[in-house]
């Protein structure tokens, strides 16, 4: 079959798509910024088209032969996330029925049946996009699932964070509701199988792992599965959701733009009110997989570096989709540059490798008390902060989230490689970091280091001004100790 994916650069999508082509299907994956999905494994396998939920000339373009579209797009970091999600799954709606698409796929979330007016914004809205389908006039499938557990998703990041960093917790009531988490690998079974559904079958259905825990028993036998000593957790009543949010923000890489939305899902209990959808697509070959088992697979990836997708793929909002800045006039006035520049006598493939694994736990190579004070400072303020980390060890792709930076490009040519980070921490303008490797006429490298920022207002000025006194330490240090780490044969 012929399958268009919305959302590919996301963390179900980007699993998926790699999914349905083992299963032969032909997919093609539509994106805002196609360039996100230039560097990944299957980018050759797939075609790749720019266009935008939003936009119904391009989804009437991109669906133009297709058999199934799969959307499995999300604003949650978008404020008024339910309009833009109605608007986006209303012309997704129009441009399938006036394709003659087959099916539309949808993953919505698992909520209490009755009344939706009593459910969070979030949850209401994901039922709101799947009634849409439903009544769309194409055959539709909306799965409806719980807390996700995989390597990367930002439920179980979450959940991870939570249990291994507080031995002991101050709880709020709805850590006692009931879940029924599934497997990132049965969500991607359901999902691929609704392909094949037939025409006849217009429903939602419910997918859940084969245990219902409450949100305490997740954290109680993660810690078993982790090996880590058992939980103490001292019941309040008085811990809001939003209060939560705030306390996730701070002790998870969450931030509360997602992580508030999550929580605010949690205080109605998610379990599975049918299992229907064993009629039409088969349990998988096995049976569906345990809690403890997902979470030791889930571990297992993150301990090797080997996570596909992550929940950090997502964007952020108000950051701007152009790329680095290369004269005044875009800026429309003022901007500010620190630049460097220091001859190495590492060659460029060694420097180019200790470039690529900066971040994460190696940390940036300068002033590390003034960094965690910035990120500190970034999470206490709702930001990101330094804690999303890096989704691999080593390795580096277009879209990927590198602490509070998002990897904009990357080129790795012999002659000019570059990498070039856009800042998603809380700042009053737009900022870059760029870092270059050139080779040497001498046989060694040249390492360049440009930081780039765009005031906004007369906030954007003081802020410039007030850390520019900072700058020959921390760019200063940078560029000295990156160059250094190379000629010492580190990686």
């Not at 996100?36 to 133009?64: I, N, Y």
């Not at 006039?137 to 959940?159: D, K, N, R, W």
């Not at 997902?294 to 929940?311: F, M, N, Q, S």
Request: aromatic letters at 8%.
């Amino acid at each position: 079959m012929r399958c268009l994916v919305t959302g590919a650069t996301g963390y179900i999508g980007g699993r998926l798509v790699p999914r349905l082509l083992t299963e032969g299907h032909t997919v093609r994956c539509l994106a805002r910024n196609p360039d996100k999905l230039r560097d990944v494994p299957w980018a050759d396998q797939v075609e790749l088209v720019g266009g935008d939920v939003l936009d119904s000339d391009s989804l009437h373009e991109a669906m133009r032969g297709v058999d199934v579209v799969y959307y499995l797009v999300h604003s949650l970091t978008e404020s008024r996330f339910a309009t833009i999600d109605r608007r986006g799954a209303l012309l997704t709606a129009e441009a399938a029925r006036d394709a003659g698409v087959g099916r539309i796929v949808y993953l919505g979330g698992l909520h209490p049946e009755g009344d939706d007016s009593d459910l969070s914004e979030h949850l209401g809205s994901r039922a709101e996009v799947g009634e849409i389908f439903l009544r769309s006039g194409v055959p539709s499938t909306v799965l409806q699932a719980a807390v996700v557990i995989g390597s990367g998703s930002a439920s179980f990041e979450m959940l991870r964070h939570l249990t291994e960093r507080l031995p002991v917790m101050i709880t709020p009531r709805w850590v006692r509701n009931r879940v029924q988490p599934i497997a990132i690998r049965d969500v991607l079974h359901y999902l691929a199988g609704a392909a094949s559904m037939p025409p006849e079958v217009n429903r939602s259905f419910d997918i859940g792992g084969p245990d219902v825990l409450t949100y305490q028993q997740m954290m109680q036998r993660y810690a078993a599965v982790k090996g880590l000593p058992r939980r103490r957790m001292v019941p309040v009543g008085l811990l809001t959701p939003r209060l939560s949010s705030h306390w996730i923000n701070v002790i998870t890489p969450v931030p509360k733009a997602i992580g508030a939305p999550l929580i605010e899902s949690l205080v109605h209990e998610a379990v599975c009110h049918e299992s229907d959808i064993d009629d039409v697509v088969p349990a998988p070959d096995g049976g569906l997989t345990g809690y403890d088992t997902a979470v030791r697979l889930a571990l297992g990836k993150i301990r090797r570096g080997d996570i596909e997708t992550h929940w950090s793929a997502a964007s952020v909002p108000d950051s701007p989709s152009d790329p680095l800045p290369t004269d005044p006039g875009w800026a429309g006035g003022s901007w500010y540059v620190d630049s460097r520049s220091r001859r190495s006598t590492a060659p460029p493939e060694q420097l180019w490798r200790v470039v690529q694994g900066i971040g994460g736990p190696n940390g940036w190579y300068s002033f590390p008390l003034a960094w965690a004070a910035r990120g500190w400072v970034d999470r206490l303020s709702g930001g990101v902060g330094l804690g999303r980390g890096r989704r691999h060890p080593q390795q580096l792709r277009v879209g990927d989230a590198l602490d509070w930076w998002r990897v904009e490009e990357l080129r790795d040519e012999p002659s000019d490689r570059i990498l070039r980070l856009r800042a998603e921490m809380k700042v009053p303008g737009y900022a870059w970091l760029e870092l270059r490797v050139q080779p040497g006429s001498d046989g060694g490298s040249v390492y360049g280091q440009r930081a780039v920022f765009i005031p906004h207002g007369l906030a954007g000025q003081l802020y410039w001004w007030s850390v520019a006194p900072f700058h020959g330490v921390v760019f200063g240090g940078m560029a000295r100790n990156i160059t250094r780490t190379a000629e010492e044969g580190r990686p």
